[in-house]
């Protein structure tokens, strides 16, 4: 069983500040996704990553995963009171022959909580 | 384009009683997922479905069953509903965006509570 150990599980931070949120686990994985969820509603897809050291940025955040393909980082530079939400990542299975059928592992998420 | 839509958003069931979740899909993905989502556990795959007729178990498939006679639905069956089925579920649809990656689109979720 793969699994992904998220960190921290609460971050409580003032307007401006930067912060990052760990995900690593044992297990490799073929893809790393990171979700964002807002209460009630569904998570929302922020970024995949699929190659071992890619970075990606989407504005002030920045996704890497790690040169192994077993871990995975979310760093957010100047926070803002609209980033808080619980943010998830999500491993996916290594594709052998396309058998993995797109199921997704995912950590136990980061509440992360910006004040004005 | 509705994306992923689930039904009903809130339902409170008796221990005993039963309901089927609905979960209905509008972007043409093959693959379906129906998970469960508990206070700090993140979420937890019930079912799976690679295409109509095709279904099969997650980690958590205990207490419950699927079905998948078309593309656009994959709705959720509770049998005899305990209290520990009390949580919110999701459904989710993907596609291959590159061989590798499954980006999974959700539902708004069911928060389901059985008393």
């Known amino acids: 069983t793969q699994l992904l150990e998220q960190s921290p599980q609460f971050l409580s931070i003032q307007e401006g500040e930067n912060l990052t949120v760990y995900c690593n686990s044992s297990?490799?994985?073929?893809?790393l996704q990171w979700y964002r969820q807002e209460p009630g509603e569904g998570p929302v897809l922020l970024v995949t990553?699929?190659?071992?050291?890619e970075v990606k940025k989407l504005k002030r955040l920045t996704f890497q995963f790690g040169d192994a393909r077993k871990d995975s980082s979310l760093h957010i530079t100047a926070a803002q009171p609209g980033d808080t939400g619980l943010y998830l990542c999500a491993g996916g299975g290594v594709n052998a022959g396309g058998t993995s059928y797109g199921k997704l592992t995912f950590g136990q998420g980061t509440i992360l909580t910006v004040h004005p | 384009n509705a994306g992923v839509t689930q039904t009903p958003k809130f339902r409170i069931l008796k221990i005993g009683q039963s309901m089927t979740l609905q979960c209905t899909q509008d972007m043409n993905h093959n693959y379906m997922y129906w998970y469960r989502q508990d206070p700090g556990m993140g979420l937890k795959l019930i079912y799976y479905s690679v295409g109509a007729g095709i279904t099969d178990k997650g980690e958590v498939p205990n207490g419950y069953n699927v079905s998948r006679s078309t593309t656009e639905d994959f709705p959720l069956r509770l049998e005899l509903a305990a209290p520990s089925q009390t949580s919110v579920y999701f459904c989710?649809?993907?596609?291959?965006?590159?061989?590798?990656?499954?980006?999974?689109?959700f539902g708004p979720g069911t928060r389901l509570t059985v008393t």
């Open positions: 297990s490799v994985f073929s893809s």
């Open positions: 989710a649809s993907s596609y291959s965006a590159s061989g590798r990656a499954y980006e999974q689109y």
């Open positions: 990553v699929v190659t071992g050291g």
